[in-house]
């Protein structure tokens, strides 16, 4: 059974939001569980991923079609700036 999709918005980039998504992407629950797809500015989680120690990749995906299956310690990310 494949696991479902679950999209989440980043929220404020000058907020917490970025941090927090970033950290909970490191639990492997989360990834057992379902494939994240973030919307939101994938430079801001980018620093966010430093700044909390997420050794996490940032995948940008130019538009949301059939999103692929989640890679160990990926980020997948539709990115809403330029």
């Known amino acids: 059974m494949s ?3 679950i999209a989440i918005t ?3 980039a000058a907020g917490v939001g970025p941090e927090i998504i970033m950290k909970s992407f490191t639990h492997p629950d989360l ?3 379902c494939r994240p797809l973030v ?3 994938a430079a801001r989680l980018e620093v966010a991923g430093r700044i909390v120690g997420a050794a ?3 995948n940008r995906l ?3 079609r059939r999103t692929r299956p989640s890679l160990p ?3 997948w990310i539709a990115s809403i700036s330029g």
């Open 73 to 75: 310690r990926a980020a």
């Open 3 to 5: 696991k479902p999709v």
């Open 10 to 12: 980043m929220g404020d």
């Open 62 to 64: 130019a538009r949301v």
């Open 39 to 41: 919307i939101g500015d």
């Open 56 to 58: 996490l990749k940032v």
């Open 31 to 33: 990834l057992a569980k």
